[in-house]
T-cell receptor, first 115, second 116 residues
């Protein structure tokens, strides 16, 4: 299996621009998670989906952030407009099911820099 | 509510020495506990997990952890450190009830340095 695929791996953009991060989960996994990692705040869960339906978006920092999962094999995280404080590594993870004993498999991350 | 506390944000050991990374949890439901490792510029990957089957859990790369309910701990150990073990290690907890307890809550991480 190719694992969780994220693109792009690196993104540099200017403040005010729209940024779209993409994720392809492992085939057969029905839960998908978006995390953000920074030195200051550590690893934060932003939103998660089950069977393509958003379950909990309470971790999304602001209305500038939105996430979609149009089908079982694709999800996007969009920031519009972007700000320098959004600079972080964004991880997508997928899992056979919600939490419990299920292992989450992480992608390699997208390193976002907003100038 | 559930939470994880990792004692020591940085741990240094000599190559060949014992590795001990500490994790204490708080959970209102029977917990499931995980250790993940993150190598530089990579995503997190599972080292091992406790699912109530056995209190001593063996993982990859020679790591193991012991669940101690009385101490609410799940410390990670390895008898002999290798240079390739240098990475950041995250403890995480999840539960079986609804809402946020069904999701992973991560600790703040411990950076392990292995000295030659």
């Amino acid at each position: 299996d190719a694992g969780v695929i994220q693109s792009p791996r690196h993104e540099v953009t200017e403040m005010g621009q729209e940024v779209t991060l993409r994720c392809k989960p492992i085939s057969g996994h029905n839960s998908l998670f978006w995390y953000r990692q920074t030195m200051m705040r550590g690893l934060e869960l932003l939103i998660y989906f089950n069977n393509n339906v958003p379950i909990d978006d309470s971790g999304m920092p602001e209305d500038r952030f939105s996430a979609k999962m149009p089908n079982a094999s694709f999800s996007t995280l969009k920031i519009q407009p972007s700000e320098p404080r959004d600079s972080a590594v964004y991880f997508c993870a997928s899992s056979p099911g919600l939490a419990g004993t299920n292992t989450q498999y992480f992608g390699p991350g997208t390193r976002l820099t907003v100038l | 509510a559930q939470s994880v506390t990792q004692l020591g944000s940085h741990v240094s050991v000599s190559e060949g020495a014992l590795v001990l990374l500490r994790c204490n949890y708080s959970s209102s439901v029977p917990p499931y506990l995980f250790w993940y490792v993150q190598y530089p510029n990579q995503g997190l990957q599972l080292l091992l997990k406790y699912t109530s089957a056995a209190t001593l859990v063996k993982g990859i790369n020679g790591f193991e952890a012991e669940f101690k309910k009385s101490e609410t701990s799940f410390h990670l150990t390895k008898p002999s450190a290798h240079m390739s073990d240098a990475a950041e290690y995250f403890c995480a907890v999840s539960g079986i009830s609804s809402g946020s307890a069904r999701q992973l809550t991560f600790g703040s991480g411990t950076q392990l340095t292995v000295l030659p």
